[in-house]
């Protein structure tokens, strides 16, 4: 039977709840389970300024969604004594990267790859987020909390993190698209390299940087900044060369939903395709994909099993083998630029008294939430 459309849901304008008409404290105790909340209203603005501006001005009590506040309002926030508490930030076992993929010219090439690592400027991408509130440089795959290593493992260490030209320049002269051996990437398939980003704060302020860090070793970009910037990469024909869009967070705090998702040849799939470098793709895969091989790409999926293996029996055996492939996809596969381990920011309007993060929904916790109405605007 139809019962018509759901009260208070509008998937184009907002989603409205309301307590449970049959909520019993007795069954649910809220010393067990924080319960503050009587009503809840979400409204869709995609107007990121806006949504900050109205949080600040006291019209909204928060925000909920993807990606961080913009980094003026970071700055803001975070200087100003009236402001700084409703600034908040947590840690998310979260990795922000780009992505090389290792069948499309010219990152089918190691050294290129490699050479992209030791050229990011990641002090600036991260200047670009914001500083150091919205999160720490990455080094590596696995964020620390996720992983027995920490930011002194950096084996494309840099002064400041701003990048090494020598370094980089010599690791291209060791590819063949360095015809000429002077450390740039001087083949045709150096040029016109398709980049897609996120058409969002803070990608499109990271943007340059990336661009500029790529063209110091001969590689130039054109951009692509996109609304569907998920979907023009995971989907597999698509071969896409290089995106500086992705992200990946804990799914649950175990080693495996990282490189297990990640770096595993048996889940790569046509369409919403995670593994975006197309690590350990196989010959057959790519004929049964419908794309070209480039050939000779590495697997680590021997790596994961082990590693999986290794955890069943010993938790501290599992951790320092997951480290060891942390170290192995860095320096040996090298599918990655990791350039940020983000805190997930957000600002709350002065109406709020009770707040939360949740680790798990990667969101506000809404039953911790809490505002006085008599402060609302």
Request: aromatic share 8%; with cysteine.
């Amino acid at each position: 039977m139809d019962s018509g459309p759901i009260a208070g849901f509008d998937p184009e304008d907002h989603s409205y709840f309301v307590r449970n008409p049959d909520y019993d404290p007795a069954t649910d105790d809220p010393t067990v389970r924080a319960n503050y909340v009587d009503r809840i209203e979400i409204d869709l603005n995609t107007n990121v300024q806006d949504i900050f501006a109205k949080i600040r001005a006291g019209e909204l009590d928060g925000h909920v969604g993807s990606g961080n506040p913009p980094a003026e309002v970071l700055q803001a926030y975070a200087t100003d004594p009236a402001l700084t508490p409703m600034l908040k930030a947590f840690t998310d076992d979260r990795t922000m990267y780009i992505t090389m993929n290792l069948n499309v010219p010219p990152f089918d090439d190691i050294h290129v790859r490699k050479a992209v690592n030791w050229i990011m400027d990641k002090a600036g991408m991260q200047q670009a987020w914001g500083g150091e509130i919205s999160g720490i440089i990455a080094t590596h795959i696995q964020p620390p909390g996720m992983t027995g290593l920490g930011q002194e493992y950096d084996p494309y260490a840099t002064e400041g993190f701003r990048g090494d030209l020598a370094r980089a320049q010599e690791e291209m002269a060791l590819s063949r698209y360095d015809t000429n051996g002077d450390g740039m990437c001087d083949a045709p398939e150096c040029s016109n390299v398709l980049l897609v980003n996120r058409a969002t704060s803070p990608w499109v302020e990271a943007e340059p940087v990336v661009v500029a860090s790529l063209a110091a070793i001969g590689i130039q970009v054109e951009v692509s900044e996109r609304e569907d910037h998920y979907t023009a990469i995971n989907t597999v024909v698509n071969q896409i060369p290089i995106g500086m869009n992705p992200g990946w967070g804990k799914d649950y705090p175990d080693s495996a939903s990282f490189a297990g998702f990640l770096f595993d040849s048996r889940l790569i799939i046509p369409e919403g395709n995670t593994i975006y470098s197309l690590v350990a793709l196989t010959e057959a895969q790519a004929t049964e994909l419908g794309i070209a091989y480039a050939g000779d790409i590495p697997s680590v999926d021997a790596d994961i099993d082990a590693c999986k293996a290794a955890a069943i029996q010993d938790a501290a055996a599992g951790l320092a083998c997951w480290d060891d492939l942390d170290r192995r996809l860095m320096e040996e596969v090298v599918p990655w630029v990791p350039y940020l381990w983000i805190r997930v920011t957000t600002t709350i309007g002065p109406a709020v008294t009770s707040w939360d993060y949740d680790q798990f929904a990667g969101t506000t916790a809404f039953s911790k939430l809490a505002v006085d109405p008599s402060l609302q605007s």
